[in-house]
């Protein structure tokens, strides 16, 4: 597929994804003879797992390492074991620090909510701040 529908499926701008393209976290798979990116479902997969985490502030660094320990896994499923373990492992960090980060969100958004609660009352002749 074109970037034209992968931005669409993926609701990332053009150049959003041309930035993750410079970036090498997401490489189209291939070139139209006439030049245009071409993606396929896989490049869309890694496409979401990046916009997944930008909102949970990784950095494009942490965001390639989780890439490249998930592929080294998907490629390498009769890899050695400790080495397969050791992926696992770093994976599972990615998804703890996922966790811990997305609790620090919802801390921010109850104090948010609390304090647009706060104005409404305040401005709806409620309760003084």
């Given at each position: ?8 499926r ?10 993750y ?20 479902e ?5 496409l979401m797992?990046?916009?997944r985490m930008k909102p949970l502030?990784?950095?494009l ?8 320990a998930?592929?080294?896994?998907d490629a ?9 373990r050791?992926?696992l492992?770093?994976?599972?960090e990615y ?5 811990r980060k ?13 304090f ?6 305040r401005?709806g002749?409620?309760?003084?701040l």
């Open positions: 597929m074109q970037i034209g529908e992968v931005a669409e993926t609701e990332l701008s053009l150049r959003t994804i041309r930035h393209e410079e970036s090498g976290l997401v490489v189209p798979s291939a070139r139209s003879r006439g030049g245009f990116r071409l993606y396929t896989s490049d869309v997969a890694r797992v990046v916009r502030g990784f950095t660094e942490e965001m390639r390492d989780l890439l490249d998930t592929d080294l896994l390498e499923e009769s890899a050695d074991p400790s080495q397969r050791a992926l492992e770093r994976v599972g998804e703890r620090a996922a966790t997305i609790e620090d969100l919802r801390l921010q958004l109850a104090r948010a909510e609390d647009a609660a706060t104005l409404r009352a401005t002749g409620g309760t003084s």
